[in-house]
């Protein structure tokens, strides 16, 4: 990673950085870009935002239809199977 | 031999009545088919009763069977990719150098998101968020729902699914460019009213 670094290469460090704990030099990179770069900044927020709305969204578990009737009986069936054996 | 208490958590009838509907639609979220989801179920309960041996009871039953399931649906996953011959160095077609000028600064500038005053705003949010997600390239719907749905390490991730760490980082990268410019388009940074 160059010391000044573009944008476009800033965005993969941000994306990292929500996976990974990064190198110090590209921890460091990161952090002044975004001191200096407003875009990079939003862009670096909106990566967060979007990861607390799939957790808030995986946690809704209104309207999500649940374990179908037939795949229960037929998942106690097998069960059961396996239990006798 | 058993405190009543612990045979009541590993009897499997117990495991498919009280949390069969939960494993089910997170599976279902993340295999985004009814039946695959069923599947999962399924196999993770067998395979819970083959594994009660070693159940230690220190994790909750449902925290125990949810981190089986995780498993299965990567083994359904995988399955998957290898019947319908998703190619694995899947890089999409999209564009991704128009969202940038040919100096490496952004083409345009992001416009900030707007905080939803209302359930129907909120709604209307949740549902860009699932299209957008829904339109996700097969191999980048893969890696992200793990990563973001089911949180799961980048590491275990790429072992899982066999790619390398690198294939796994540019899938990730790419699948979030790809949503933030989806979700954006889609309302996201609608005007604020101040």
């Known amino acids: 990673m160059k010391w000044m670094p573009t944008c476009k290469a800033v965005t993969e460090l941000a994306s990292r950085t929500m ?14 870009h975004l001191a200096m770069c407003r875009n990079c900044t939003r862009f670096m927020q909106q990566l967060h ?26 998942i106690a069936t097998e069960l059961q199977k396996k239990l006798d054996s | 031999m058993f405190p009543g208490e612990l045979m009541e958590t590993l009897d499997p009838y117990t495991w498919l009545a009280e949390h069969g ?11 985004r088919s009814d039946e695959l989801a069923e ?3 399924q196999e993770t309960l067998l395979a819970a009763l083959a594994a009660r041996a070693r159940y230690s009871g220190n994790a909750s039953p449902r925290t125990w069977l949810t981190a089986i399931l995780k498993h299965k649906i990567v083994d359904l996953i995988r399955r998957q990719v290898r019947e319908t011959g998703i190619p694995r160095n899947d890089d999409g077609d999209e564009n991704w150098e128009a969202l940038f000028q040919a100096d490496g600064h952004w083409a345009e500038p992001l416009p900030a998101w ?8 909120l709604g209307e949010l949740r549902r860009v968020l699932n299209e957008c ?3 996700l390239k097969p191999a980048m719907a893969q890696v992200f729902s793990l990563r973001e749905v089911a949180g799961m390490e980048t590491e275990e991730i790429c072992k899982e699914l066999g790619i390398s760490s690198t294939n796994c980082w540019v899938l990730l990268h790419r ?9 954006e388009l889609n309302g996201f940074s609608g005007a604020i009213s101040s």
């Open chain 1, 49 to 74: 935002e979007m990861r607390r709305l799939f957790r808030v969204e995986t946690a809704a578990d209104d309207g999500a239809p649940g374990l179908p009737p037939e795949a229960r009986q037929r």
């Open chain 2, 114 to 121: 707007r905080n939803p005053q209302s359930e129907a705003e």
């Open chain 2, 175 to 183: 699948a979030r460019l790809f949503l933030r410019e989806c979700l």
């Open chain 2, 39 to 41: 599947d999962a179920v």
């Open chain 2, 133 to 135: 997600a829904d339109r």
């Open chain 1, 19 to 32: 996976d990974q704990r990064l190198p110090f030099t590209d921890h460091l990179t990161l952090r002044v």
């Open chain 2, 21 to 31: 509907d939960y494993l089910f639609r997170v599976a279902r979220r993340q295999l």
